[in-house]
């Protein structure tokens, strides 16, 4: 079976810019969460998603959204980019849409310059 | 906010040595778990331990959780160069998956 997959691998974007990041997870895994991490905050939730529908939301701003399509596959936008948005974009997915054992994406790097 | 505080922040072994790392949390928990991190790539699923467990083992890993105390360490025995990489514990306290990690330790293992 392949992994979850993430694309783009790296991303150079510029201030007040969109960006839009996609997450193919394991075949048969219907539950598909995100995931920031940054040298200084850590690894934070963004938001979850299970049969297209969002289950739980992290502490982020609104221009931060996502969804999900009906092949499992999500997607997550960013827009009005800030310098502080730079960082690694984790995507994860679950079997049962339980966390009791995530399966990551190799991840998104974005640099906002 | 990050639920967890790892300690340490960094560990330098050589290879055969143990290692060992800790994880606190702030809240109760249903369950906590372990995951690996090399050079800023995905994450790894390490092992898992329920609030009603006490130790856990697979292969080389050994986890314990001390609920009263909230607190769980990591003990990977004979470690080898390949283990180096960060760990990060992440606990889960509610329905789907919303894990909130720790700060992570970064473990280096020399030949």
């Known amino acids: 079976k392949a992994g979850v997959t993430q694309t783009p691998r790296y991303l150079i974007k510029t201030r007040g810019q969109q960006v839009t990041l996609s997450c193919s997870p394991i075949s048969g895994h219907r539950s598909v969460s995100w995931y920031q991490q940054t040298p200084g905050q850590g690894l934070q939730f963004l938001f979850e998603y299970f049969s297209e529908t969002q289950r739980n939301k992290g502490n982020f701003p609104g221009r931060f959204s996502g969804r999900q399509f009906s092949n499992s596959r999500s997607e997550m936008n960013v827009s009005t980019l800030e310098l502080g948005d730079s960082a690694l974009y984790l995507c994860?997915?679950?079997?049962?849409?339980?966390?009791?054992?995530?399966?990551f994406g190799s991840g998104t790097q974005l640099s906002v310059l | 906010s990050q639920q967890g505080e790892e300690d340490p922040q960094a560990l330098s072994i050589q290879e055969g040595e143990n290692a060992t790392m800790n994880c606190s949390y702030k809240t109760s928990i249903n369950n906590l778990q372990w995951y690996r991190q090399n050079s800023g790539r995905g994450l790894v699923h390490l092992i898992l331990?329920?609030?009603?467990?006490r130790e856990k083992h697979s292969g080389r890993l050994r986890v314990t959780l001390d609920t009263s105390k909230k607190s769980s360490s990591l003990l990977i025995t004979a470690s080898r160069a390949a283990d180096t990489a960060s760990y990060f514990c992440?606990?889960?306290?509610?329905?789907?998956?919303?894990?909130?990690f720790g700060g992570g330790t970064r473990v280096l293992v020399k030949p």
């Open positions: 992440a606990t889960d306290r509610a329905a789907g998956n919303k894990l909130t």
């Open positions: 994860a997915s679950s079997l049962d849409g339980t966390s009791e054992k995530l399966f």
């Open positions: 331990i329920r609030s009603n467990e």
